[in-house]
């Protein structure tokens, strides 16, 4: 490893408490590890490596330290995740990408673990966006797993962000089936927040979808089982999306999504996710048939939430269908 010039003493000082914490973390006939005293050294390692910017060697004290933390009955698993989770950023500046990925997994496990469903859902989406390019399959199931540990741990009011990056990732990589599941999980979190504004876009959206995948009867369907969201900004715009299908009305369908500047007639377009925006604007056409003749089995959304009626205790599924476009945007 190469030692920035002019940081030599820092990086020996830094070494000379590595060796320190590797005797208290070493096993021996006498005696256990002792990581307190470890966990200490190593990160006195990791401020003396990262004051001369030796990256590796501050990424390899902050895996020590990590472990270390982890295995010290009075540490914290939330210490070590946060230490793992260091070390993937420098791992992700230093372009070295299949080991950020990998700290940023076993950073999220340790998080979920110490019961921390924010964090773990944050660095498990930043390893996804490392892959974007390079895995995008595995790319979209990190972003999906993000979306799991919040839903699961019940932490949806802090899901915002994934929800855009995983639909924006789905939308790029044409996976449409998917990008229709992640709105049935997000019109779930949202029903549970009592979010009637951002519950009536993600019914919209998954609309924009059906009719982007020529299925106009299942986009009306979806349309029909929430009766709340009629009255809505996005219940109209839906409904006027739907006519322009449902009469084969090219003409009605360019004036709801000409863009010039903005929206002449539903606003609400504009507040969208971006990739949704666009298949308003340069993705829909009226086909000659409301069903598509490749279709996909999918589960039918959750109803909104209804401020006159409280949730339902039970809920029954639904079949619903589309197909996936072989041109985007």
Same mark, same amino acid.
């Given at each position: 490893m190469s $030692? +920035?010039?002019? %940081?030599?003493?820092? $990086? &020996?000082?830094?070494? *000379?408490?590595?060796?320190?914490g590797d005797k208290h973390a070493k096993k021996s006939f006498f005696h256990s590890p002792d990581w307190d005293n470890a966990g200490v050294f190593y990160e006195k390692a990791v401020n003396c490596y990262r004051s001369a910017k030796a990256f590796e060697q501050t990424?390899?004290? !902050?895996? *020590?330290?990590?472990?270390? &933390? =982890?295995q010290n009955p009075n540490g914290t698993t939330y210490t070590a995740a946060k230490h793992l989770q260091e070390a993937a950023k420098i791992a992700r500046d230093q372009k070295q990408i299949e080991e950020a990925v990998e700290l940023f997994v076993q950073a999220t496990n340790l998080y979920r673990e110490d019961g921390k469903a924010v964090s773990a859902a944050d660095a498990i989406t930043d390893a996804a966006k490392?892959?974007?390019?390079?895995?995008?399959?595995?790319? %979209?199931? !990190?972003?999906k797993q993000a979306l799991e540990i919040l839903e699961i741990d019940d932490k949806e009011a802090y899901s915002g962000d994934t929800f855009q990056k995983t639909i924006s990732l789905l939308l790029k990589h044409k996976k449409y089936k998917d990008v229709i599941e992640?709105?049935?999980?997000?019109?779930?979190?949202?029903?549970?927040? @009592? #979010? +009637?504004?951002?519950? #009536?876009?993600?019914?919209?959206?998954?609309i924009i979808i059906y009719l982007y995948c020529d299925d106009v009867?299942?986009?009306?369907?979806?349309?029909q089982e929430n009766m709340d969201f009629y009255g809505s900004d996005a219940g109209r715009a839906a409904s006027d999306l739907l006519d322009a299908f449902e009469n084969r009305d090219p003409e009605k369908l360019a004036?709801?999504?000409?863009?010039?500047?903005?929206? +002449?007639?539903?606003?609400?377009?504009? #507040?969208?996710y971006q990739g949704i925006m666009q298949i308003?604007?340069?993705?829909?056409?009226?086909?000659?048939? !409301?069903?598509?003749?490749n279709p996909v089995t999918l589960e039918a959304p959750p109803p909104? =939430?209804? +401020?006159? &009626?409280?949730?339902?205790?039970?809920?029954?599924?639904?079949? @619903?269908? @589309? @197909?996936?476009?072989d041109e985007l945007l």
């Open positions: $030692v +920035p010039k002019g %940081m030599e003493s820092r $990086v &020996a000082e830094g070494d *000379k408490y590595i060796k320190e990424k390899d004290a !902050l895996k *020590k330290a990590s472990n270390a &933390a =982890y490392l892959l974007d390019d390079k895995d995008p399959e595995r790319s %979209m199931e !990190l972003l992640v709105y049935q999980s997000q019109c779930r979190a949202l029903k549970k927040l @009592t #979010n +009637p504004h951002d519950l #009536n876009k993600a019914i919209l959206s998954m009867v299942q986009a009306r369907k979806v349309y004036q709801l999504t000409q863009f010039k500047g903005k929206f +002449p007639k539903h606003a609400i377009f504009n #507040n969208l308003v604007q340069n993705g829909l056409k009226v086909s000659e048939s !409301l069903v598509s003749e909104p =939430y209804s +401020p006159t &009626a409280p949730p339902s205790s039970s809920s029954t599924t639904t079949t @619903t269908t @589309t @197909t996936q476009e």
